[in-house]
């Protein structure tokens, strides 16, 4: 899920709607609505946040030290101009990237991910290792098998991502569903989860011949990778 914060309305809106056409669960926010769903929320809900996207509102260049005291997920600033000025300025400020407008989510979506994945390579961590059989590039585009694409529904993809991204742990159905559907969805129920993996499941196991997803009964998912 992201996090969209600008002072107006029609920007939050826009790119909500544009991660949404994606199969992309997003929150748009106003600065003063940020700022207090920032202190009061709770941990499953900032671990289910896997970016941030800031627009323009009046305490932004300050905002990047107040979300690194929550979470680590990657800050990018939307700058209206191009400006050498403003953009030293955020990047001092410790935002991870600065995008000019207009730009397109899986722009957005990819520039997250290259962050995210050098953030934690720096810190030693793997999502996917040189000799798995499926590649997933986190951007829009469909998995790939054996260097050919697997194509997957839009929420189906997006739990492969998750899972992929976060390789090494134990994923509950909650927190599988707070990333893929957002975490104030009310019109769908979290076991809804249980029958994507499924089909997701039984998809990977056709192509690869084993099941790189290991499910525990009561305790969650977790993606293993290549079979040893």
């Known amino acids: 899920m992201y996090i969209v914060v600008d002072d107006r309305q029609m920007v939050t809106s826009g790119y909500v ?6 199969g992309i669960s997003s929150l748009g926010l106003y600065a003063d609505e940020f700022t207090d769903w920032l202190e009061s929320a709770s941990d499953a809900d900032l671990e ?3 970016g941030f996207v800031l627009g323009t509102f009046e305490e932004r260049v300050h905002s990047a030290e107040s979300i690194r005291r929550y979470s680590k997920a990657p800050i990018i600033a939307l700058s209206d101009v ?3 000025e403003e953009t030293l300025e955020l990047f001092t400020a410790k935002f991870d990237d600065v995008v000019r407008k207009p730009v397109h989510v899986r722009e957005i979506l990819a520039r997250s991910e290259a ?3 050098r953030v934690n ?3 030693g961590k793997k999502t996917q290792s040189d000799n798995d059989r499926l590649k997933v590039f986190f951007d829009g585009r469909d998995p790939e098998i054996d260097g050919l694409p697997l194509s997957l529904p839009r929420r189906e993809r997006h739990i492969l991502e998750y899972l992929v991204r976060k390789r090494g742990h134990r994923l509950t159905k909650k927190q599988i569903f707070d990333a893929v559907y957002g975490i104030y969805s ?11 993996i499924s089909k997701l499941r039984k998809k990977l196991r056709q192509r690869l011949g084993y099941d790189p997803i290991d499910a525990k009964r009561y305790i969650g998912y977790s993606y293993v ?3 040893s």
Do not use: M, P, T
């Open 115 to 117: 962050i995210w994945r």
């Open 225 to 227: 990778g290549a079979a």
């Open 82 to 84: 191009r400006s050498l």
């Open 186 to 196: 009310d019109d769908v129920e979290d076991s809804v989860v249980e029958g994507h």
């Open 17 to 22: 709607a544009s991660f949404k056409r994606e």
């Open 48 to 50: 289910a946040v896997q």
């Open 121 to 123: 390579a720096n810190a």
